[in-house]
């Protein structure tokens, strides 16, 4: 697999969490990397983004001021940074590389993804 993430855990509301994607085959540094969720019986949802060209990000409404989105060039990952997480938040998390020409939230420009990991917010 040429995505694998890792740290998803059951964390009390107001808590945090930092999940890591470890990439191979390929040089993350090169290319528009995307965090996505999926909650039960809902759409795959955009969180953040980071552009190829250069460490600038971007996160999407619903998480802006709690989520930040990294990337280690030497470790060949990217991570997500959730802090005062809430029950909404709760979904299968997943790291995804873009080949597309812009970065973006959309799930349909992204080709290629991890197998998601777990991230529950309950007391």
């Known amino acids: 697999l040429p995505l694998v993430e890792s740290g998803g855990d059951l964390v009390q509301p107001g808590g945090s969490l930092r999940l890591s994607c470890v990439a191979s085959g390929f040089v993350v540094e090169y290319y528009h990397m995307g965090w996505f969720r999926q909650a039960p019986g809902k759409e795959r949802e955009g969180v953040a983004n980071?552009?190829?060209?250069?460490?600038?990000?971007m996160c999407a409404a619903s998480v802006k001021g709690r989520f930040t989105m990294s990337r280690d060039n030497a470790n060949n990952s990217v991570y997500l940074q959730m802090n005062n997480l809430k029950p909404e938040d709760t979904a299968v998390y997943y790291c995804?590389?873009?080949?597309?020409?812009?970065?973006?939230?959309?799930?349909?420009?992204?080709?290629?993804w991890g197998q998601g990991t777990q991230v529950t917010v309950s007391s």
């Open positions: 995804a590389m873009s080949i597309s020409s812009s970065p973006s939230l959309e799930a349909k420009d992204y080709s290629y």
């Open positions: 980071i552009r190829g060209s250069d460490n600038v990000s």
